[in-house]
């Protein structure tokens, strides 16, 4: 296992438009989280999965967002009508559950540019 | 709410020499844990240290090691015989283990510089 992957590494958009980014945990990680980074700034939690069911979502997840995953395996994150405040780094981490095992691990970031 | 706080934005040190970050947190919980992320320019984040706060004797990873200080919420990481590749964003991070996601919140981050 090569650890949490996610695509696009890059994604550079007009505003107005969708974009969603994808996510693949750690095969044996039932937990899945997102965050959102801004320059200079730590992560900010976004939401999280345990398995397939979303179990909490921030205040910072607008409508326009919505994160799915389904069969618990990947996740999508779809950011819809976007707006130049979007612009950031979108982490992945994924964690399992139990057992001293919480420490969370990342994936490389989806870094989105809304023009 | 839990808050992390990272006092020093950057930091400088030479290779070879030891060089501590600072990390202050503040919880009512008592089950917790902590955590130091190493962020490479454009790379991805990456753990460098846990500690539980149920344990008294502080963690250590090779070069890396902390203080924690559970009364006066404090949890500082030492880097020892500094190398070139510890140039990074360091975050100190808090996650309240019993709660019901155990998500991260991280502070603003430590930009260390290794000079040659």
């Known amino acids: 296992d090569t650890g949490v992957s996610q695509d696009p590494r890059h994604k550079i958009t007009k505003r107005g438009q969708n974009v969603t980014f994808r996510c693949d945990p750690i095969?044996?990680?039932?937990?899945l989280y997102w965050y959102r980074q801004t320059l200079g700034q730590g992560p900010e939690f976004l939401t999280y999965?345990?398995?397939?069911?979303?179990?909490?979502k921030s205040r910072l997840l607008s409508d326009r967002f919505s994160a799915e995953r389904p069969k618990g395996s990947f996740s999508t994150l779809e950011i819809q009508r976007t707006e130049q405040g979007d612009s950031a780094m979108y982490l992945c981490?994924?964690?399992?559950?139990?057992?001293?095992?919480?420490?969370?691990?990342f994936g490389p970031g989806t870094r989105l540019l809304v023009l | 709410a839990q808050t992390v706080t990272q006092s020093q934005p950057e930091m400088s040190v030479q290779e070879a020499e030891t060089v501590t970050l600072s990390c202050t947190y503040d919880?009512?919980?008592?089950?917790?844990?902590l955590f130091w992320y190493k962020q490479p320019p454009s790379r991805q984040m990456i753990l460098v240290i846990r500690q539980e706060a149920y344990k008294q004797q502080n963690a250590t990873e090779n070069r890396f090691s902390v203080n924690f200080q559970k009364a006066a919420k404090s949890f500082s990481l030492k880097i020892s015989d500094s190398q070139l590749g510890d140039t990074a964003m360091y975050f100190c991070?808090?996650?309240?283990?019993?709660?019901?996601?155990?998500?991260?919140?991280f502070g603003t981050g430590t930009l260390l510089a290794v000079q040659p």
């Open positions: 991070a808090f996650m309240n283990h019993g709660g019901a996601t155990n998500k991260l919140i």
């Open positions: 095969s044996e990680h039932n937990r």
């Open positions: 999965f345990q398995n397939e069911a979303q179990l909490e």
């Open positions: 981490a994924s964690s399992a559950s139990g057992g001293g095992q919480e420490t969370q691990y």
């Open positions: 919880t009512s919980e008592s089950n917790y844990y």
